[in-house]
């Protein structure tokens, strides 16, 4: 064979062998995609940001989508969002037993998984859920933060250290990114109490009101660090001496009964099967107090007056100054 035909042989051999082996076209962008898709799961590929809360700071996402809320879930809804699930620390009208908040729709709670009383939720109901935030309340929650964190970031408010309820509203509504939503409720909160207090200025007298809890052993009066005592004190209510404090609460004895007069009497007890109310009204001095005589002695419900610390809360109990005060 001459030098010419073999050199044309093997090189018609090496193209045929060419051809049956295949050839991977590698797509660099693709090939990227399938990396990160392997190395990051699409969950964590969402938006985040550092929010800072009374246990540190935690990575959340930018808009939560699956959130579990285990203290003053009525906020949450507030804003517009339905949790997947929810806790709370009382829920029937005078606080005896956990349960969703008397107050609220049915319709509003239906899709809402029950996680059992707030200061022991089911952290089985909530792993379950699979939420990508989970909120709630320093007080019930620090024991438990490690492993609710393990399960999602988490978010919990010292609510003395953000001023009350209002700041709970505010820090949770900056957790799921409703800010705008928040300062809206609450700049209409305002304008309202401002209202309120500018019709009972008007009045001549201007009315007492006195807000007590009367327990099995005790009678508390609360002051204006207390849920109740702060919504009243924004609205004007005009209150007795010893509940015009900036202080939380004060128990009285039978012998300081004639503090806890006024021309309103607006009572609550956590069980009124164990109430001294009762006893206390066949005491002659109770028939011997203003709001007695003029029958304006009220029950009002012990989960919102002091269970409640929701902005929903503060508007129900602005209902009844308009209703009860200003006979509206």
Not at 210 to 235: E, K, P, T
Request: a negative charge.
């Amino acid at each position: 064979m001459k030098p010419t035909t073999h050199l044309l042989t093997i090189l018609l051999l090496l193209a045929l062998l060419a051809a049956c082996v295949p050839v991977e076209i590698t797509n660099p962008a693709s090939e990227g995609a399938a990396a990160g898709a392997t190395s990051m799961p699409a969950e964590s590929m969402a938006e985040t940001r550092t929010i800072t809360h009374a246990m540190g700071e935690s990575e959340i996402p930018t808009d939560p989508q699956r959130v579990v809320v285990l203290d003053a879930m009525d906020n949450v809804l507030a804003l517009g969002i339905q949790p997947l699930g929810a806790a709370n620390w009382m829920g029937t009208v005078t606080g005896e037993q956990a349960a969703f908040p008397f107050y609220l729709d049915e319709a509003d709670l239906e899709g809402i998984e029950w996680l059992g009383n707030s200061r022991t939720p089911s952290i089985e109901g909530i792993v379950a859920l699979d939420p990508d935030l989970i909120l709630g309340r320093m007080n019930r929650h620090e024991e438990i933060y490690d492993e609710l964190s393990a399960i999602a970031p988490t978010v919990l408010v010292n609510q003395r250290d953000v001023g009350g309820w209002r700041g709970q509203f505010e820090a949770y509504a900056d957790a799921l990114n409703r800010t705008a939503e928040a300062e809206a409720l609450l700049a209409a909160y305002d304008a309202r109490t401002a209202e309120i207090a500018e019709r009972l200025s008007a009045l001549d007298p201007v009315p007492e009101v006195s807000l007590m809890r009367f327990d099995s052993d005790r009678v508390v009066v609360y002051q204006r660090q207390i849920f109740a005592g702060s919504v009243l004190h924004d609205a004007g209510v005009n209150r007795p001496e010893l509940q015009d404090k900036d202080q939380r609460t004060a128990e009285i004895s039978l012998e300081q009964f004639e503090m806890i007069d006024a021309d309103i009497m607006l009572t609550t007890a956590a069980n009124p099967e164990e109430s001294m109310l009762t006893e206390l009204q066949a005491n002659p001095l109770w028939s011997q107090l203003r709001a007695v005589q003029n029958e304006q002695v009220y029950a009002v419900p012990f989960d919102i007056y002091i269970g409640g610390w929701t902005i929903t809360g503060a508007n129900l109990i602005l209902d009844d100054i308009e209703r009860l005060v200003l006979g509206e």
